[in-house]
């Protein structure tokens, strides 16, 4: 399945680039995904990056063909 990964702020820097489409295979996790992607580019902070699917803060779905996940920096409060 083919799903649309989109990394923003110090993410994309770590990454190189802010978005890419990558094929997985079905059933894989969006936690394994993170992890996937966080070791490949050595994004630092692992735990504070947040995961978004389809816009929704909830990385307890099932990833499908055609989602879009988002990696996002830590938020600083203000």
């Known amino acids: 399945m083919k799903v649309t990964l989109k990394y923003f702020g110090v993410i994309a820097e770590s990454a190189g680039k802010s978005e890419e489409?990558?094929?997985?295979?079905q059933g894989l996790s969006v936690r394994d995904l993170k992890n996937q992607q966080i070791k490949k580019y050595q994004i630092q902070d692992a735990e504070s990056v947040q995961i978004a699917v389809n816009q929704n803060l909830n990385s307890e779905v099932e990833l499908k063909e055609g989602d879009e996940v988002a990696f996002l920096p830590p938020f600083a409060g203000g």
Not at 21 to 25: A, D, F, H, N, S
Request: proline share 0%; glycine share 0%; aromatic share 0%.
């Open 21 to 25: 489409v990558l094929e997985l295979q």
